[in-house]
């Protein structure tokens, strides 16, 4: 049982320190920043286990309450919170909200789809704004937090509701060696 409540601990202290690095002002991450060195770029096991990693923290996250603007277990999630909370725990800051994951992330063709992977979606009706986000679990299925009254659950690209609402996938991990998203200098 001591081990359960270490890794809460952990865990919680995984949460402040990005709850920490949100609210410090990081920028987004941008296309095009300067690539790291061959050194400390990641293997592509790590590539791969990543986007893994990323996915298993969602599933593990099914059930979970809905809370607008949630970003914790605790307290429940919102979608992007979600996707924050699992990249987090894999040690990737995102954006906070939908629409800022979508214009950060790399994109990715619906074909190409991996685990761990984001789906976007535009749900209200006659706005091109991105408004809703889920993290892919591989199969056509996703993970994400739906709205007020509902719980983190999973549900599949081709339901009709999602099909006719989808924006787009990207990926906000790192795909390959020397890939992955950056944090912007912010201009002064």
């Not at 320190?17 to 410090?24: E, P």
């Amino acid at each position: 049982m001591s081990g359960i409540g270490s890794q809460h601990r952990v865990l919680r202290c995984c949460v402040l320190l990005l709850a920490a690095t949100l609210a410090s002002g990081c920028a987004p991450f941008r296309h095009g920043s300067p690539t790291e060195s061959v050194a400390s770029a990641p293997t592509v096991a790590a590539v791969q286990d990543a986007g893994a990693a990323i996915a298993r923290q969602a599933l593990s996250q099914v059930g979970a309450p809905y809370r607008y603007g949630g970003s914790e277990p605790a307290g429940g999630f919102d979608c992007s919170g979600l996707v924050a909370y699992a990249h987090g725990l894999a040690g990737i800051a995102v954006p906070r909200t939908a629409a800022a994951q979508f214009a950060a992330a790399r994109k990715v063709a619906a074909a190409d789809l991996r685990s761990g992977d984001l789906v976007f979606f535009r749900l209200v009706p006659g706005r091109s704004e991105v408004t809703h986000v889920g993290i892919y679990t591989g199969q056509g299925r996703f993970v994400h937090a739906p709205q007020t009254g509902s719980r983190v659950g999973e549900a599949s690209l081709d339901e009709p509701y999602f099909r006719e609402r989808f924006a787009g996938a990207g990926r906000l991990y790192p795909a390959g060696p020397g890939e992955g998203p950056r944090l912007q200098t912010p201009a002064r």
